[in-house]
């Protein structure tokens, strides 16, 4: 690749020679250093060439040289073709408007060199590129902004304190490009404070009590229990009495415990009795698009006689080097003819939603830590569509946190008592 590019800036020659002693010419060619490349023979590739004339490529300084010892071997030598960027020059010296238009298009990117037009994020994955590009816009550092403008030790230092759970971070600008490198916290960010605070347990919601775990408190439900949304489960009221067994005074706590009960998940849906499908037609329009400086430019081959038809596009940033971004982004469209139509719910693709939303919603439950012990569908079919009811059997946890009530007033009574 680079003898190639090295070939073109100096230019080159496309030499034919003809004699009656090419390989001598050949040799003493090599001997005195002289560049011939891709020998190309005339006539039969079997006959090695006493006779036979060739072709060959070689540097103009080097084909002057080549004069003598052509002489010596008695043989002729003629240019067919020239090669390069000398040439090219020489050729297009009298076109004023193209060397201009080439000077410019070096300047402009000379001039686009000095911004930033591409920013990414490397190691992030609890913070998306979004959130951090939102940031970014904030103190500003943004695609089109003079890289003199912007310290990388500044950028690190906001992105660290902005984001505690990224314990480092690398800002660096190569070419076009502005690359931030972070590596985030994999343990927790803060440690979780415990709460002492006195509180109760009540049910989340209702069911069958089926295994209670104690840690403190005083439990107010055994297994098998039915209880209901909001029923007081674990006291955090601990009464305290004398020898006479008479309650002198009482110390609230914070109930922990876990009461896991036996669960009904009810869910609900209606599906419509038609649905709007999008049959394509296989017909394909392709179109083009460029997008620069904020102004778009866009052609799509349009369909004969096609009214509905759905695009997609993918869009591509134009780059020279792989750090030198351009603010130039093209893409392709591709457009699909497509006729709707109405399709109508039957009583299996009914059932086949049932059972979607049913394991939906099981694999939502799992993630949580719930037990299903089993669910069941049934589908009915209405004036405004399908009525589907699931219902599902779980074993959870079902003890929150409430507040404990007010309790000042009995104490009060209890110490006047005393």
Known sequence: ???????????????????????????????????????????????????????????????????????????????????????????NRHRELLAAGVLAFFLILYVMSFYIWDISFEGNRRFTDEMLLHYMESLPVTCGMRKGKISCEALESGIRSRFPEITWVSAEIKGTRLTVRVKENEALSAPIVKETSPCDLAAAKAGTVVRIVMRSGI???????????????????????????????????????????????????TLPLTETVRARTGKVRYGILVEGFGHVLSWQLPFPQAEFAETVTKRYQLKLFRNFYLPVFVGISEAYEYVPYERTYTEADAANACESYLREYEEKLSEKGVQILGNNGKIEQSESGWQITGTLTAVEDIAKEVPPPEKHEENEKVNECN
């Open 219 to 269: 439990a107010l439900v055994k297994e098998g229990d039915q209880v209901a949304e909001g029923d007081l489960l674990v006291d955090g009221t601990i009464p305290i009495y004398d020898d006479s067994e008479t309650l002198v005074n009482s110390h609230e706590i914070r109930a922990d415990a876990d009461i896991y009960a036996s669960t009904v998940h009810v869910i609900r849906k």
């Open 1 to 91: 690749m680079t003898g190639s590019v090295t070939f073109f800036l100096r230019g080159g020659v496309r030499v034919e020679i003809t004699g009656t002693d090419n390989e001598r010419f050949f040799n003493i060619a090599a001997n005195r250093n002289l560049m011939i490349r891709d020998i190309s023979g005339i006539g039969d590739p079997k006959d090695c060439g006493r006779n036979a004339g060739a072709f060959f490529w070689t540097t103009p300084e080097d084909f002057k040289k080549m004069k003598p010892v052509a002489k010596k071997a008695g043989v002729r030598l003629k240019i067919r073709g020239r090669y390069g960027l000398p040439f090219f020059l020489y050729r």
